[in-house]
């Protein structure tokens, strides 16, 4: 028996710049709930609150790969 969790992929979809600026603004200017956004904009809670979460802690709007560089 194969017991190995299976995800379909196409309940992911990417999450564009414009979206990522739009939950910020709802959230931080609007005060509007995380939840409330997710129900209306089609987005997971999660991905909502990782959004925020990246932009209060990183000023970053968008998700971006970065390889850390050390410098002696």
């Given at each position: 028996?194969?017991?190995?969790?299976?995800?379909?992929?196409?309940?992911?979809k990417?999450?564009?710049?414009?979206?990522?600026?739009?939950?910020?603004?709802?959230?931080?200017?609007?005060?509007?709930?995380?939840?409330?956004?997710?129900?209306?904009?089609?987005?997971?809670?999660?991905?909502?609150?990782?959004?925020?979460?990246?932009?209060?802690?990183?000023?970053?709007?968008?998700?971006?790969?970065?390889?850390?560089?050390?410098?002696?």
């Open positions: 028996m194969n017991h190995r969790k299976s995800y379909n992929h196409d309940i992911y990417k999450i564009s710049h414009a979206q990522r600026i739009g939950v910020i603004y709802a959230h931080f200017i609007h005060l509007e709930p995380m939840r409330k956004m997710s129900r209306e904009v089609g987005i997971s809670y999660n991905s909502i609150r990782n959004i925020v979460n990246a932009y209060k802690n990183y000023g970053r709007t968008n998700k971006k790969s970065t390889k850390s560089i050390l410098l002696h």
